[in-house]
């Protein structure tokens, strides 16, 4: 791996500013790659991580491993939690991350004389030995050939909205393949004729998930 600094240089260039939770996430996925055995960003597939939290430190990962979305070597579960899993592919081994809950309160102690709160936190998570930010968990991964890199190997049709379904992330019920808003329900709803784009006026996952920025 780079040297933190570097690291950090490039964390920023993705995210568009250093924060805290950049720290975190750069130093979060650091702790993983090494546990894991794995001592360079990204090449091929071999790296994938599955990130809890859509936040500042997923960036960070992002950056750091080199894994994304898009080449689905980066997944994310919707968890609220500042943690994530790292995963060798090719040595089968796993660990969970967490950052730990009372890492904010010790940060206190590492900047006390940096009046700034954010520029404190900041200069808390540089100094913090590994073990007072997180917590290592080694765990297992169920990997399903449907979330693998590479073509979809199957698309359905939702019998609701006749829409595409790539991968098995359909849902079967009473006799019926739908998509998961159809059979469960989406953070969207189509409007009626007349009706007003209302996106924020309805309490809905979609209103409730992002509250403040940090
Ligand atoms: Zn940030
Ligand atoms: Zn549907």
Redesign the pocket.
């Known amino acids: 791996m780079k040297p933190l600094a570097e690291l950090l240089k490039e964390a920023e260039g993705l995210h568009g500013k250093l924060c805290p939770g950049q720290v975190i996430g750069v130093r979060m996925a650091v702790v993983g790659c090494r546990e894991i055995g794995i001592s360079e960003p990204q090449q091929d597939r071999r790296l994938r991580v599955w990130a809890e939290i859509d936040r500042c430190a997923t960036d960070a990962i992002q950056a750091v491993t080199g894994c994304k979305l898009g080449r689905r070597t980066l997944k994310f579960f919707d968890y609220g939690k500042m943690a994530a899993t790292f995963l060798n592919t090719e040595a089968g081994r796993a660990v969970r991350v967490v950052a730990r809950d009372d890492a904010r309160e010790l940060a206190g102690r590492y900047a006390p004389r940096v009046k700034d709160k954010q520029e404190a936190q900041l200069a808390a998570y540089l100094a913090m030995p590994e073990s007072e930010l997180f917590l290592v968990h080694p765990v297992a991964i169920a990997l399903s050939p449907y979330d693998e890199p590479g073509h979809p190997l199957k698309r359905v049709r939702?019998?609701?909205?006749?829409?595409g379904?790539n991968d098995d992330r359909e849902v079967y019920q009473d006799g019926r393949t739908?998509?998961?808003?159809?059979?469960l329900g989406g953070y969207y709803r189509l409007l009626g004729p007349g009706e007003e784009a209302a996106a924020s006026t309805e309490e809905g996952p979609a209103q409730r998930g992002v509250l403040r920025d940090e």
């Open positions: 939702c019998q609701s909205c006749g829409e379904v739908l998509c998961r808003p159809c059979a």
